[in-house]
């Protein structure tokens, strides 16, 4: 399953996506196009152009579905539509045939662990009987206590102190718990009921038939749970091994999930080229190749760069890891360094290595200094870098803006149920979702023509697309030309280690003679012989300045 090379029809290339870029899009925050504030499809449509520029393999579009946006989108009321508020199926399929045009390919999202509660199933079993066929599509139980006034378990969510909800505050009046592994307003499916697996595959066909040519999974380690009576509880669990390596955890990554995912491949596979999918799976690193098996998922993103420190040692040794865990089954590695639901990396890289960044954002972002100069630096040296390792790459819209997170936004205004139903223990996800800015001297910088959804701040217009464009040394011209060499220059997913003699640069080379270094930090360091391809930085005298990446063919 080596990629051979390329390019001559990489649309047929059924390997096409082991080394693609793929640049997600999150739609309400990307452009609006009919000024409610909210970005939408026909907004995505308008800018093909500003794709095409960026040299991307395929979008990938957060959950555009209706949802009444309890979790941005992450709670499906219908999986087979187009949230009104977005748009409609024609609009999709209109944006997904300029893409197509354009020569870009479209991941949709798919969320199986969970759906909104406003999702029709789940309103029919909340007004049926316990143990019918309606309830039997979540998974409802009987409380502890004397009246059944305790949750069955003391199972916990991401988004709540506990997994369950009492069915009173959804109208229901049979005395159960529900199972949610996070927001109340996102019940579990219960994936041990068939007619569950048959209607996802229903979903999965419909927008593989509509033209999509991949799907992100959503807590792809979801899913299965452990129901079996006696519940175990978790009183009897160390945190850490709420997701043991033996698969038989109580809520993730339990062993089961794999027969959802063969069924699915064997859908994938029915298409030319095959579907492709890659899963958000938070596991142990030797489960990985699990979910991204030929058999299963193929792809499963890898999240350590968004996590390590800025250090030559943890970013070499996260490499050469994910590499071996990629080989175990043949998959190709999937980089990253933001999403929406991460700190922005430049921000994360402009700040402090002591500052604890969740308190940082608890405190507005006030409570030690953000160099944000240093900050676009590095994680424009760090995008150079992972763009250079053999593998996929996933890049977050607003990070080829060197874009920041928006630390600040009142509590008001927040969204994110991370923050609103987690007792504001953390500040949530919204200061990654602030809408783009495109255009520093428009009214809400370009993005609508009416208050966006959330709030943009003054300092927005410095990153404008309308600002970087053209200027050879901004974060956008510079993601412009690094993927367009990137196209030119991929080759065998192979990559060899050079010494440097100095432990903060770091040298490795591919196959066709793509060299990439980083420095660290300290002192500037020289470039050995070779052409400069480019650089995430100005380069001086042949030596390579701390917080730079440079591309040279040797
Ligand atoms: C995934 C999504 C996240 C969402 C959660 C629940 O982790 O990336 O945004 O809140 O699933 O669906
Ligand atoms: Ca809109």
Redesign the pocket.
């Known amino acids: 399953m080596q990629s051979t090379g390329q390019p001559v029809s990489r649309y047929q290339d059924k390997n096409w996506w082991r080394q693609a870029v793929v640049y997600q899009i999150y739609p309400r925050s990307f452009v609006d196009s009919n000024a409610d504030g909210i970005g939408d499809l026909k907004g995505i449509t308008s800018r093909i152009d500003y794709l095409k520029s960026l040299n991307i393999d395929a979008v990938w579009l957060s959950p555009f579905y209706p949802s009444p946006l309890v ?2 989108g ?2 499906v009321s219908d999986y087979r539509d187009v949230d009104p508020k977005l748009g409609t199926l024609a609009d999709f399929d209109e944006m997904l045939a300029a893409l197509h045009k354009a020569g870009i390919r479209i991941f949709v999202d798919i ?1 199986p ?2 759906c909104s509660y406003l999702h029709q199933w789940f309103q029919d079993a909340i007004t049926s009987l316990p143990n019918s066929l309606e309830r039997n599509r979540f998974i409802f139980r009987n409380g502890r206590g004397e009246n059944g006034e305790l949750p069955p378990t003391d199972w916990v969510s ?1 988004f709540a102190p506990s997994a369950w909800t009492h069915e009173s505050t959804f109208g229901g009046k049979h005395n159960q718990w529900f199972l949610h592994y ?1 927001a109340p307003e ?1 019940p579990d499916w219960n994936w041990d009921n068939p007619e569950i697996e048959e209607d996802f595959l229903k979903t999965l066909k419909f927008w593989a038939d509509r033209g999509v040519d991949g799907f992100r999974i ?2 792809a380690h979801g899913l299965k749970k452990d129901l079996s009576e006696p519940f175990r509880m978790r009183n009897t669990l160390e945190h850490e091994v709420d997701r043991p390596a033996d698969g038989n955890g109580i809520l993730a990554d339990r062993n089961e999930v794999f027969d959802v995912y063969r069924k699915w491949r064997k859908l994938f596979n029915q298409y030319d080229p095959p579907k492709v999918a890659v899963a ?1 799976a938070n596991v142990l690193p030797e489960r990985v190749p699990l979910y991204a098996s030929e058999e299963t998922l193929g792809q499963c993103f890898d999240f350590r760069f968004i996590f390590i420190p800025f250090t030559a040692r943890s970013y070499k040794e996260s490499v050469a890891e994910a590499i071996e865990l990629a080989k175990v089954n043949g998959s190709s590695c999937t980089w990253c360094l933001s ?3 991460q700190i922005r990396h430049a921000t994360k890289l402009g700040l402090d290595k002591s500052v604890d960044r969740k308190l940082w954002m608890l405190s507005d972002g006030t409570s030690a200094p953000l160099d944000k100069e240093s900050g676009t630096r590095r994680a424009l040296a760090a995008t150079l870098f992972i763009l250079a390792l053999p593998g996929s790459t996933y890049l977050y819209q607003g990070e080829e803006l060197g874009l920041h997170e928006v630390t600040d936004i009142p509590e008001s205004m927040i969204q994110d149920p ?1 923050y609103l139903k987690n007792l504001k223990v953390d500040k949530g ?1 919204d200061g990654s979702r602030v809408p783009l800015p495109w255009n520093a001297q428009a009214d809400y910088f370009g993005f609508s023509t009416g208050a966006s959804h959330l709030p943009q701040p003054a300092w927005f217009k410095d990153y404008a697309v309308n600002v970087q464009s053209g200027k050879a040394e901004s974060a956008l011209s510079t993601y412009q030309r690094a993927l367009q060499k990137r196209k030119e220059l991929i080759c065998e997913e192979l990559i060899t280690w050079h010494e440097t003699g100095n432990a903060e640069v770091l040298h490795f080379s591919r196959p066709n003679g793509w060299n990439c270094l980083i420095n660290f930090e300290g002192s500037d360091y020289l470039i050995p012989q070779g052409e400069i391809l480019l650089s995430s930085a100005p380069i001086t005298d042949g030596r390579l300045p701390a917080g730079t990446t440079v591309w040279i063919k040797r």
């Open positions: 979790d941005g992450y709670d969320v662990n969970h991401h996070f996102q959503d807590v958000e999403n929406h639901d991370q996800r």
